[in-house]
């Protein structure tokens, strides 16, 4: 079961990258000056800002809490997804082509890398269960 721990371990720091990045450091600086002259550079309203932080404390919340369920942990992903693709799109649309037009695609492969650990182990629990039960496990995760 090696690769069930190493899953583990990284699903749990690639969650906890995002987590940091997105939700405790815009809870921590989203009513800084910087901050709120960022999205006005960007064009969006200052109101935009503040409902952008709720939104994001309470996606990593969804993401970092294991009794969350899996399916409103999807919407949190989808959610992150759009943001870190609207994000590049932003700005290259006001700066131009640079590397801050590409960190948020690079956040993103974070994510999905969380996503892509999630599901593993998703299954792997599944498949466990399963096997105790004598039940096939692709008609289990079918149900």
Do not use: C
């Not at 309203?45 to 969350?68: D, E, H, M, R, S």
């Not at 801050?100 to 269960?129: D, G, W």
């Amino acid at each position: 079961m090696r690769t069930k721990k190493s899953t583990k371990v990284i699903y749990w720091i690639t969650t906890v990258i995002i987590f940091l990045f997105e939700g405790v450091m815009p809870a921590l600086t989203s009513q800084t000056q910087l901050a709120k002259q960022g999205i006005q550079h960007l064009g969006y309203p200052q109101y935009f800002g503040n409902a952008f932080v709720i939104f994001k404390v309470l996606g990593t919340l969804v993401l970092i809490i294991p009794q969350i369920p899996n399916r409103i942990k999807e919407w949190a992903y989808a959610g992150f997804a759009f943001d870190f693709i609207f994000a590049s799109i932003s700005i290259w649309a006001v700066d131009g082509l640079s590397f801050l037009t590409f960190f948020p695609l690079i956040i993103l492969v974070i994510l999905i890398v969380s996503y892509i650990t999630h599901e593993k182990l998703i299954r792997n629990k599944i498949y466990a269960q399963n096997s105790n039960t004598g039940k096939h496990p692709v008609s289990a995760m079918a149900q």
